[in-house]
């Protein structure tokens, strides 16, 4: 939890940041954000990948060659990676230009988003160790890296975008100069812990099979197709919103990353629970990992309904520490009331999706995600949104209760059936 707090805190120093440039500004960062993380979720499967083996693999006793998915995970992306992050470098213009036609968010966004698409290396090699620092109990060390990226982060952005003591200032596209910077500092970090802790596993010392290798792809290939599919609807929700107005794209971008700071114990909560299923499920003990499931939940539920309390009561104050203009805190009032009061249901689903990854049951998951997302969230969000004239409430509205909570429920049906146990690693 604490390890992916500061993540979120990058995103909202980003946002505190960015709203002094203005309305804008804030919803060319978020679009910016969303189209990068399209490409980046390719990698992010190499940790849900890296984390279910590991575990397992824990479970069962093994523990000479445990980072021998880890060294797999880094040559893939090593060889995956660069070639295309610098062609969408280079197409970040007309990239963005598909998804907004505002030709002030278009100045904000594209530099931005240039920036975040070249950290696609350095991303993913960092994705692939933090699977394996929390699959092997030592989520201090994931905790330690991202600890380490918000410090250099932080200061690294104010000094790229307002540029003190007679430094050249780049304005927006300083934001993503700094999270550039950053990242190749994590990966450079993850390896010097790797080479600390992680030798006596086989880190960079065990050659991975082609069985392996073939193992890790099973699970990285459908993980990293969740996560983009995911990243591109929200990222098409953008484009939806951006029909609307600037003002409701301003609003949105906020009302996102309060999902992300919220929801901040519940995806702590999925990681550490997806370690404890898979090594449970590593020692043969099904019943054990069943439980460990509704344990997570009693305790994210009740950690997230505490946080998310401020969203429902006093909206307006939360509101305006990141938007400056009276029109859009008003507009995006009753949209973070609702999402204090949904916030719990959210977390249930994304405590249960990272478990059922945890278990191997990455394809099932991967379908669920792409059913709620492309037949649910985008098609009701643009009818209700655009078409029917709703507004920003409308397309918050099929956001939370029809595709979250749908969500929710369908994660813990699958899991009260028990299919995931039986998935083989």
């Known amino acids: ?242 029909m609307i107005g600037t003002l409701e794209l301003a609003s949105y971008t906020v009302l996102v990353n309060f999902i992300g700071a919220v929801g901040l114990p519940a995806w702590g909560l999925g990681t550490a629970g997806a370690t404890l299923v898979g090594q449970a499920l590593g020692k043969r003990d099904k019943d054990d990992a069943a439980r460990w499931a509704w344990d997570v939940i009693k305790v994210g539920c009740a950690t997230i309904a505490v946080l998310g309390a401020p969203l429902w009561i006093a909206p307006e104050f939360v509101l305006s520490a990141f938007i400056h203009e009276a029109d859009t805190i008003e507009m995006a009032r009753l949209p973070c009331r609702i999402l204090g009061l949904m916030i719990v249901i959210n977390a249930v689903g994304y405590m249960l999706a990272s478990m059922l990854n945890g278990a191997g049951d990455v394809k099932r998951v991967m379908y669920v995600n792409l059913a709620m997302q492309y037949f649910v969230l985008l098609p009701g969000a643009y009818l209700f949104g655009p078409v029917l004239g709703y507004g920003l409430l409308g397309v918050w509205l099929v956001h939370q209760l029809g595709f979250r909570g749908g969500q929710s429920a369908i994660f813990a049906l699958m899991w009260r059936r028990g299919r995931w146990s039986r998935v083989a690693i």
């Open 1 to 242: 939890m604490a390890g992916s707090s500061t993540w979120v805190i990058l995103g909202i120093a980003d946002m505190v940041f960015v709203g002094f440039f203005g309305t804008a500004a804030l919803g060319a960062v978020g679009l910016g954000g969303f189209i990068s993380q399209i490409f980046l979720s390719v990698f992010w499967g190499m940790s849900i990948a890296v984390q279910a083996t590991a575990a397992r693999r824990k479970g069962e006793g093994r523990t000479d060659d445990l980072a021998v998915q880890l060294n797999a995970a880094i040559v893939v992306v090593l060889i995956v990676a660069p070639v295309p992050s610098l062609i969408l470098y280079l197409l970040a213009p007309a990239i963005f230009g598909l998804m907004n036609s505002d030709p002030e968010v278009l100045a904000y966004g594209i530099d931005y988003l240039g920036w975040l698409v070249l950290s696609a290396t350095f991303v993913g090699i960092s994705s692939s160790f933090s699977g394996f620092w929390n699959a092997i109990d030592r989520s201090t060390l994931f905790m330690r890296v991202v600890l380490f990226t918000t410090l250099i982060n932080v200061p690294l952005n104010y000094v790229f975008m307002f540029g003190p003591f007679g430094l050249p200032a780049f304005g927006v596209e300083g934001a993503g100069m700094g999270t550039f910077v950053a990242s190749i500092l994590a990966a450079i970090y993850n390896f010097m812990l790797g080479f600390k802790h992680a030798r006596g596993y086989g880190f960079l010392r065990v050659r991975p099979t082609l069985e392996q290798a073939r193992v890790l792809l099973r699970l990285a290939i459908p993980g990293g197709a969740q996560q983009v599919l995911e990243m591109f609807a929200l990222t098409l929700m953008y484009r939806i919103v951006g």
